[in-house]
């Protein structure tokens, strides 16, 4: 939490992402180039605890701390069933596509996940804004700031908006009462 707190969640999402593709073309190298010394096995072995050391940083656990951020509290449990749901969906999908993967790629086979963390390190970049030390309506204004989405304004008085709208001017309260008084409403 406390690293959370000090880099923010915008920075370690990008950077986990950003490191983990980086690790993996070097796994890939790795796994291409073993046979050439003896010393790139224990290499490739550095490059999948630091994939697994990337992902836990940012990836991994930021983005059920950014799903509490971006809604309210009454949209919060059905937020986390969704994201819950997706999570277990696409680690459903890892883990049954993986084998047919490498069977058709080889050692070229982490390149699909450092193209798919790629990939989202800059839709992340362009799209997440930073949430640290943000109340939940900021960040809903720099979402629509980005996507030129502008929330409506406060609403205001009907008769107000109305008088506004037929270009009357707003009577005063106490000729309004005059008036009454002397149409015999009161």
Avoid at 50 to 69: H, K, Q, R
Avoid at 70 to 90: D, E, Y
Wanted: glycine share 8%; with cysteine.
């Amino acid at each position: 939490g406390l690293v959370i707190e000090r880099l923010g969640r915008r920075c370690l999402l990008i950077g986990g992402f950003g490191l983990m593709t980086l690790f993996f073309g070097i796994l890939t190298v790795t796994l291409t180039l073993q046979d050439h010394a003896p010393w790139i096995p224990y290499l490739s072995i550095v490059c999948i605890l630091a994939i697994i050391a990337s992902f836990c940083s940012g990836p991994g656990g930021i983005p059920f701390v950014l799903t509490g951020e971006f809604f309210q509290q009454s949209q919060r449990p059905a937020a986390f069933i969704v994201a819950g749901t997706v999570n277990w969906l696409s680690n459903f999908a890892v883990g049954l596509l993986f084998p047919f993967i490498q069977k058709s790629l080889g050692t070229y086979c982490f390149l699909v996940f450092a193209a798919i963390c790629s990939a989202g390190a800059l839709y992340l970049y362009f799209v997440l804004p930073e949430t640290k030390n943000r109340t939940h309506a900021e960040i809903s204004q720099a979402f629509a700031k980005r996507n030129k989405a502008y929330p409506p304004a406060e609403k205001t008085d009907s008769a107000v908006t109305d008088d506004k709208a037929t270009n009357r001017p707003k009577p005063e309260a106490s000729s309004t009462l005059d008036n009454y008084i002397k149409s015999g409403i009161i």
